[in-house]
């Protein structure tokens, strides 16, 4: 037998007499579960359970950041944020948690940074070499992550050795 | 009763030291619990230029923990200059200390630094207003991470906003004794202060010495909480002391005698001492020190506190003690220590 609704086969059969008259509903699985009827043996677990709360499952759980790739059900499990750029991916939950944490307080009104830091040359490299480290690690390219380990470390001796130059340097100058 | 009077550190009766610390995080580099390795010394690489750049202190001495051994650590720890968690980490973490050893930075703690201030005594505002100087100093060479909301941003929710953390090193005895200490630690919450032991988060108390710290970092300013920490927080835990320590003296001072001479008689002559039993009997000697039963500068107990220590030991013995020797050698410092 088919659906009333479609041409798929029904597995739900209901047949009601209402004043007399008789009358058959035939729903396929999808239909009869959007329609709300269960199927036999398949009991809904809120019409089992005596005391249940339907919970809203935080929109951010399964979500992750873009910057760390923690996911928000991590962070709440250990109480610990990945990273700065957490703070805006995670927002609206995170700052229930902050709430909690600091008795119901949710703003800064204290002291602010004096003067944005500007990185020198030497961040800058070394943070965009620490990407393409972390991205051939990533994909298991273990000859270009040595590769981009020595530039690493190169270029924080050469950091090292042009400061004790300028050191030694000032006094003539 | 009057407080003895000691010019050079304040409240010391009761007050051993007050710190004031700073968790700080740099921005665009993942949290310690994130960071792939080379992160992590990445982080390490630029504070350590940092610390040995920025005029911190008179002179600062820059600690890579992977390069000291265990019991270089455990000193460490043992002077309150670095954490227990700090000392058992494994790679890239470091500590920057001043010579006079009030200041401490530790590096990938558990936030990429905390900045702290250390003093004997009651001197919060000191501890406050050089933590602010360091702060402003390390801001010119590093770029913080900061959210207008959040204000500085941390690891733990616990510690976002200002990221400030004062604390307060007590010794509670006369409290404990007249039973008082209940209603100072149920105080203590509904302030939201954290009561913690000798060691801070995660240590019991030994030698009824409490550390007492806020558990709010946002929604005020720095100086809200420092000015309430100091006119009101410290000031109430030294009167309610002093009132206890009165208490006893006008109703059971003979017991009192009592239990601080004993304490006296059995550090003079013990052969062994465990850590334990020789900090439980300095807290009555100490006791016995401030009330002017026994002729002692609170000063040496203060200095025997440390020194008992297992690490400091094992350093003064320049070789690692059995368990035996280590009682031995406690004992016989403590006794020498006394006799001066």
């Given at each position: ?16 007499i ?5 009358k ?5 699985l ?22 249940f ?18 996911t ?8 610990l ?38 990185p ?15 991205a ?5 390219q ?32 | 009763?009057?407080a ?30 994130r ?37 270089d650590r ?46 004997k ?19 010119q060479?590093?770029d913080y ?19 400030i ?20 630690q ?8 954290a009561?913690?032991?000798y060691?801070g ?11 007492v ?11 809200e909480i ?8 410290i000031?109430?835990?030294?009167d ?10 006008k109703?059971?001072?003979m ?14 002559s ?6 334990d ?9 100490r ?19 440390v ?5 400091h030991l ?7 003690l ?8 406690r ?6 220590m006394?006799?001066?």
């Open positions: 037998m088919k659906c009333d609704l479609c041409n798929k086969p029904a597995v739900v059969h209901e047949v009601s209402t004043g007399g008259k008789k058959e509903v035939h729903l396929c999808e239909h009869a579960q959007a329609a709300g009827v269960a199927l036999p043996g398949q009991q809904p677990i809120n019409k089992l359970l005596t005391k709360v339907i919970g809203q499952a935080p929109k951010t759980s399964g979500m992750q950041c873009p910057d760390c790739g923690i928000f059900a991590q962070i709440k499990r250990a109480n944020i990945g990273c700065p750029g957490c703070y805006n991916a995670f927002q609206d939950s995170l700052g229930s948690l902050i709430e909690h944490a600091q008795y119901g307080a949710s703003s800064h009104v204290g002291r602010v940074p004096n003067r944005k830091h500007t020198n040359q030497f961040e800058l490299r070394a943070r965009k070499l620490m990407k393409e480290l972390d051939a690690v990533t994909a298991e273990y000859e270009r992550a040595a590769v981009l380990r020595d530039r690493l470390d190169k270029l924080s001796t050469d950091v090292h050795t042009e400061k004790k130059d300028e050191q030694v340097e000032e006094p003539g100058s | 009763m009057t003895p009077v000691d010019n050079e550190i304040p409240d010391n009766d009761i007050v051993l030291t007050t710190r004031s610390r700073l968790a700080r995080n740099l921005a665009d580099h993942p949290f310690l619990n960071a792939s390795d080379m992160q992590n010394a990445l982080v390490m690489q630029t504070a350590q230029r940092v610390m040995l750049e920025a005029p911190l202190s008179e002179k600062t001495l820059w600690m890579d923990l992977d390069e000291l051994t265990p019991l455990a000193l460490l720890v043992e002077r309150h200059l670095i954490s227990r968690h700090h000392a058992e980490s494994s790679l890239h973490r470091g500590v920057a200390i001043s010579s006079d050893e009030h200041m401490s930075i530790m590096v990938n703690e558990e936030d990429h630094l905390r900045v702290q201030v250390l003093r005594g009651s001197r919060l505002d000191e501890t406050f207003e050089q933590l602010m100087r360091i702060d402003s100093m390390l801001e060479h590093l991470a900061f959210h207008d909301q959040w204000g500085y941003l941390a690891v733990c929710p616990t510690n976002v906003g200002t990221g953390r004062f604390s307060v090193m007590v010794h509670l005895p006369a409290l404990r004794i007249t039973n008082e200490l209940a209603k100072v149920r105080a203590a919450k509904e302030l939201h202060l009561v913690r032991g060691y988060e995660g240590s019991e108390s030994t030698g009824h010495i409490y550390q710290s806020n558990q709010v970092t946002l929604g005020r300013t720095e100086e420092q000015e309430e920490f100091s006119k009101s927080i000031p109430a835990l030294i309610y002391e002093r009132s206890a320590r009165n208490v006893l003296m109703k059971n001072s017991l009192l005698d009592d239990r601080i001479q004993r304490a006296y008689s059995v550090l003079c013990a052969r062994l001492l465990k850590v039993e020789a900090m439980k009997l300095l807290s009555r000697v006791l016995g020190a401030a009330l002017g039963h026994v002729d002692l500068s609170l000063q040496t107990v203060d200095d025997l506190f020194q008992i220590q297992p690490a094992n350093q003064q013995a320049q070789s690692t059995s368990d035996n020797d280590e009682l031995e050698l004992a016989l410092l403590v006794r020498n006394l006799s001066q």
